[in-house]
DNA sequence: CAGCCGGTTTCACGTAGATTATGCCACCGG
DNA sequence: CCGGTGGCATAATCTACGTGAAACCGGCTG
């Protein structure tokens, strides 16, 4: 509630993340925006969300880049998802207690705590919105299905080109890309805690893709030069992301 | 509706894997057994939804096993989930119209197709079962993230215990397991499709975990001899299944 | 009984990617 | 100008796991 004007913006990305996936009416819109936020400022790498945690709010992200992860014995981590201004990453708190992965910010970011408690009123009097966020959940599942076909089946080069292609019609889908262009503040290392690859070995595929002309990345920003060369490298098909008709392009 | 005692334990299944996630008052449970279904027996390695499918009913597995897949260009597939009598492995398609995967029986099975309409009647209706059934949804994600972890950074052996320490719980919690001893009718070659390894590689991995006197597995039938050492192997914890308290044992 | 047939086991060999180590550059505070 | 730090690049070695082919085995059917 600090800031009216980033706090506006933070809803309108939701609004544009939802109508991503769905359709909403003017008044599902309008009790959206009446939903209280707490914004928090987060430093990069800034853990929001702790495994085991039993929240009772949800997170909004509104600016930044977020994922979540999970530490295993030994020390390695294995990242689970990336989040991008518009998404609700721990939305799944409202109905399961406790918390199975810990969340932080990747660069610095702003999140939105929004109390369980408004959000169960709001799905009680707008069930077409309950509907929306559990099916945003569902996309959710769908994009944990396509990481794991990726991690079980795919090399090195086709995993990474996979990862930009699905962060770059995210972008698109809450108008954050500029001609293919987005801010993208992952170190190499963080890349590869989410492919399940070696740091060196995300650098020499990163090497090959920027070599074939498909894309820039570094300094925090993506960039695509080719979008079907990096679909085909990527073998990317959006249908597992049920964007709404026209986003998938 | 073919055979009323099938389908009778039909239900109980599901309401026995319901009750392991959340509380069912008595008239939702009574309410779940007024579902219309419709039984349909599969032998074994038939497909029952396909990638692409727009269903207009979900299935309700009564007996067997079954499970979820994608095939990827090049032939492979990737196995991304398991189910067993109870689950309801396609509830998705109730918000998201168009299927992104197949489902197939592993050995002979039997499901039971509920129509969507059905559905949103007995979830408009029972608000509480809505909920109940967006959980199911939200646990079948935390699994997907746990594979996830097991194919980006687990070794083979502790991808293998883990699965099957999950399979085990499963089992338990709908009361097919007997002195931790469960059907299972899963090749080698299945298993591999769905832990990301070759088959032989399966293989010797099935051999060390039998010869560490872990297991028991082949015939259709897994049985498992040292249940905390199997824990141990596959690192497993059973948080991410967010069982009601007491059966996580 | 022969003859499969699906599934399993074993072998020999190849390779993608992990690991470790080291050096580079850009940036930042003093 | 200096040293410190975080991120990136590169090369040498190692290993877990893949590939392909062949033998094996228990359970069927004819």
């Given at each position: 509630?600090q800031?009216?004007?980033q706090?506006a ?8 993340k939802?109508e991503s996936?769905?359709d ?9 925006r009446?939903?209280p936020i707490?914004v ?6 800034e853990?929001?969300?702790q ?7 949800s ?8 994922c979540r ?10 990242i ?14 409202l ?6 992965y ?5 660069g610095?970011s ?20 309950a509907e929306?966020?559990w099916r ?6 769908a994009i944990?299905?396509?990481w ?21 019609v ?9 001609n293919d ?8 290392v ?8 070696s ?9 090959d893709?920027?070599g ?9 920003v ?8 990096l679909?085909?490298?990527?073998d ?13 392009a």
């Open positions: 509630m800031d009216l004007l706090s913006s933070g809803y309108d990305r939701l609004l544009l939802l996936i769905a909403l009416s003017s008044e599902e819109r309008a009790a959206l009446r939903l707490r928090r400022d987060l430093s990069a790498g853990d929001f969300v495994d085991g945690d039993i929240p009772t709010e997170c909004l992200l509104l600016e930044g880049l977020a992860y999970k530490l295993l014995e030994g020390g390695g981590r294995q689970l998802s990336f989040h991008i201004p518009g998404d609700i990453p721990d939305m799944q708190s109905h399961l207690t406790r918390m199975d810990s969340m932080s910010a990747l610095r702003q999140v939105a705590y929004i109390p369980h408690a408004s959000l169960r009123t709001l799905t009680r009097e707008h069930p077409g919105l929306i966020f945003d959940t569902l996309v959710d599942a944990f299905r396509e794991m076909i990726g991690l079980g089946r795919r090399d090195a080069a086709c995993r990474l080109a996979h990862l930009f292609c699905e962060l770059m995210k972008f698109r889908a809450v108008h954050l890309a500029n262009k987005a801010p993208l503040p992952l170190t190499q963080e890349l590869s805690d989410a492919l399940g690859l740091p060196v070995h995300v650098n020499r595929v990163l090497q893709l920027r074939a002309g498909l894309i820039r990345f570094g300094h925090g993506l960039e695509v030069l080719d979008w079907q060369g679909v085909r490298a990527g990317f098909d959006p249908c597992y992301l049920h964007l709404e008709e026209g986003l998938a």
